[in-house]
């Protein structure tokens, strides 16, 4: 029997890794690999990626986004990258809020609202991560923090510009450390998200984001996670580095997506 998950995207965060070498090897052994898969693929590279990978998957099943942008559109801000400045190398999509631009950049639930706001002007898509900390996972927080990081993220945003926006559920203590949430816990916190959302928007059965797990996905374990009725697809980082890991994980949802496993 094939589960309806319309659109299923499996994603890759590849951090601050891979020169324009490796990246150009990845992308060309990937691109022919994934040209019949049904889930939409995307990888986030670092920006001085673009200009190559953008080349190497143009009209393939393969979208390039970045990983982060500035919310103002030009100024005195050294070292950052605009919006504006995305678009106009042709990259349309970023993720926004990720966990380690929250603790290592200072990235907060205020600056990844204006984030949104500026994308959506644009018409860019994003990614907004969201997910708890081991303490607020321990102290049984976690439903109240990742609920705060939905509701101040969405701050004044229009349910027209949902569209724009796709949230993954990374909760913190899962993300590089080998530990993943089990697929009920993943599970049960992507459903969380789509109530926050419907609450906040007063939705109904309407349309909301799709919500993807993050955290320490591989070949071995995504086939469960990717099973469960409220996952829409994952965000992979360590495993996306790999091109057969990478590949394996996409084979993997595809087969899901199509009724094959
Ligand atoms: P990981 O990273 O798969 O290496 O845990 C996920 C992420 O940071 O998006």
């Not at 004044?156 to 993943?180: C, M």
């Not at 939705?203 to 469960?224: A, Q, W």
Request: proline share 3%; aromatic share 8%.
């Amino acid at each position: 029997m094939s589960i309806i998950k319309d659109k299923f995207i499996i994603a890759g965060n590849w951090k601050m890794n891979k020169t324009l070498g490796e990246l150009r090897i990845f992308i060309e052994k990937i691109v022919p690999k994934i040209s019949d898969l049904q889930c939409e693929i995307m990888i986030f590279t670092p920006y001085l990626g673009f200009k190559d990978a953008l080349e190497i998957s143009k009209s393939h099943n393969l979208k390039i986004g970045a990983q982060n942008f500035h919310f103002e559109s030009c100024g005195p801000y050294t070292g950052e990258i605009s919006a504006e400045m995305l678009l106009d190398v042709g990259i349309n999509m970023s993720l926004v809020g990720h966990s380690e631009r929250r603790k290592f950049f200072g990235e907060t639930n205020e600056s990844v609202n204006k984030k949104i706001k500026k994308a959506i002007t644009l018409n860019m898509s994003v990614i907004l991560c969201v997910g708890e900390s081991l303490e607020e996972r321990e102290g049984n927080k976690y439903k109240k923090t990742v609920e705060v990081q939905i509701k101040e993220a969405l701050n004044d945003i229009s349910y027209e510009s949902l569209e724009n926006i796709t949230i993954a559920y990374e909760p913190v203590w899962a993300i590089g450390t080998g530990k993943t949430a089990s697929p009920k816990q993943s599970n049960e916190m992507c459903l969380f998200i789509k109530q926050c959302v419907r609450s906040i928007y007063n939705l109904g059965e309407k349309l909301i984001p799709k919500v993807l797990y993050g955290g320490s996905i591989t070949p071995e374990n995504c086939k469960e996670i990717f099973s469960m009725s409220d996952i829409d697809g994952g965000l992979v980082g360590g495993a996306s580095l790999d091109e057969s890991k990478f590949f394996k994980i996409a084979k993997i949802a595809d087969d899901i997506i199509k009724g094959d496993m």
